[in-house]
């Protein structure tokens, strides 16, 4: 699953693993929230799935370092954030899905493997595995476009609209953060001779 030097793309055997994996995030996501988040979180999961396949990238841990370490440290103020203005409680109102039990073991398993990958990026993006970029892709999928539910999905079918829905406030610097991110890791470089 190493990174090829030229524009062919991830390995067979990477687009297996990435896309069981966005499968898997899917499956476990259902069953811990439903139909409704699962679909929005999709965007993180199976956009950055389609971004690594169709943008090869030749990105170095040089290159998306610095937004990752600030959209990580942002993304923890966002979670912060959400927890404090009781954003799981105002999702279970939307969507009318219980919130899962902190010990429920989908939502045990989702955590696991979507922090487990997001934490692995800078090792296997430093030593040039493919699969690595497939999970810079997620990480900067689910904080860029995923995350923006806070503000373009959620406020509209909140029964209480106000100004401010939960995890709003820290999205509008998080956001911009993946952006970087994504953009670092789609630029092109010159092939290795």
Not at 146 to 151: D, F, K, M, R, Y
Request: glycine fraction near 8%; aromatic fraction near 16%; hydrophobic fraction near 55%.
């Amino acid at each position: 699953m190493q990174v090829q030097e030229h524009d062919t793309g991830p390995d067979p055997t990477a687009i297996l693993v990435g896309s069981g994996i966005s499968a898997l995030t899917l499956g476990l996501g259902y069953a811990s929230f439903g139909i409704v988040t699962t679909m929005i979180f999709a965007a993180g999961f199976v956009g950055g799935l389609f971004m690594w396949l169709a943008l090869p990238s030749r990105a170095t841990w040089q290159d998306i370092k610095v937004p990752f370490w600030l959209a990580l440290l942002l993304f923890a103020v966002h979670r912060v954030e959400e927890n404090v203005s009781g954003f799981f409680q105002k999702l279970s109102e939307i969507t009318a899905e219980q919130t899962p039990s902190l010990t429920s073991p989908a939502l045990i398993l989702l955590v696991l493997i979507s922090v487990g990958c997001w934490v692995s990026i800078p090792a296997l993006v430093a030593k040039r595995y493919s699969i690595g970029n497939y999970f810079a892709w997620t990480f900067f999928a689910s904080m860029g476009f995923t995350e923006l539910a806070h503000i373009l999905v959620f406020p509209f079918f909140d029964s209480d609209p106000k100004l401010y829905f939960p995890g709003m406030a820290s999205v509008v610097f998080l956001a911009p953060a993946a952006w970087w991110g994504m953009w670092r890791l789609s630029r092109r470089r010159p092939a290795l001779q």
